[in-house]
């Protein structure tokens, strides 16, 4: 059976939202792909709509939320799942360019798990990562010591951009003004404003941030108070990617050039907003945790608009591995 039917068969035995994926179908004509359930190779996908991966285009991918340190129920072994991810990364098919942690690397911020957090990256076989801190890597000392390690080349409090293959990265941190929702702040606005003015109007952008720059549900602090100005930035790009962490699962919406999309966590779950009385870790059937623990496999296709955004959860649905 070829890893399309099994997708398929995946979708017609397991009640994966049907809509959803015709939806993730749908858009592939635009070039933007969603992978609802994941484990869809990219360059199946890429080929659905005729089009062929060319040596300009290339593909990273997003890790989120390792909350290295938690050992709780809902995930004893964090470290493990940390492992399962990179072991993700190191078979897909097509070679990422580079990493994107998008923060809570961390539980406590404490030097002996981010000595563990470096320990299991460094057997990915890209080495490249681009990281921006959560409101867990911050607290005790201000972000201090993620700073020291992981704020080389940045500015301000941990923000940074780059470019590469013609494409235009931005990385936010808007923990460290954490009041119920997240916080950009003026200093970093300044900066992003500053920083977008010499980059062209068809630039694709890609902005990562831990907490959602869109309103996912602010009753539990899920969204960023100052976002819609970072927005406004944005505004007159044809193009713009925006990346977080922080809710523990996968989300998505569009809204006229910006696409959002919140990435799974390798550590634990969280409820779906408004479903339990508070946000926190979740605990599922331990044979489940690996189909709610992923990474995210970020695809970009030189001269098409977006880019294609794929799920990668540890293990398929059904509890079958999918590579
Ligand atoms: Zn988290
Ligand atoms: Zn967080």
Known sequence: MSKNDLVKKEHESDGIDRRGFLKCMQWAGTGIIWSVSGGVPVSQLLAADGKKMRAEDFAFVQISDSHIGFNKAANPDVVGTLQAAVAKINAL???PDFLIHTGDLT???KANEFDDLSEVLKTSRQQQVFYVPGEHDVTGDDGKRYLDRFGKGTSGKGWHSFNHKGVHFVGLNNVVQLEGLGKIGQEQLDWLRKDLGPVSASTPIV???HIPLW???????WGTADSEQALALLKRFGSVTVLNGHIHQVMQKVEGNVTFHT?????FPQPAPGSAPAAGPMKVPAERL???????????AAGRHGLAVVD????AAGGKGNG
Do not use: I, K, Q
Not at 215 to 221: H, I
Not at 290 to 300: A, I, P, S, T
């Open 207 to 209: 902005v990562f941030a």
């Open 107 to 109: 539980h406590l911020a």
């Open 215 to 221: 309103s996912v549900y602010p009753e539990w602090g």
């Open 93 to 95: 098919e097509r070679a």
């Open 290 to 300: 690996r189909e709610v623990l992923g990474v995210c496999d970020v695809n970009f």
């Open 312 to 315: 990668e959860p540890l293990a």
């Open 263 to 267: 990435a799974m966590s390798t550590a």
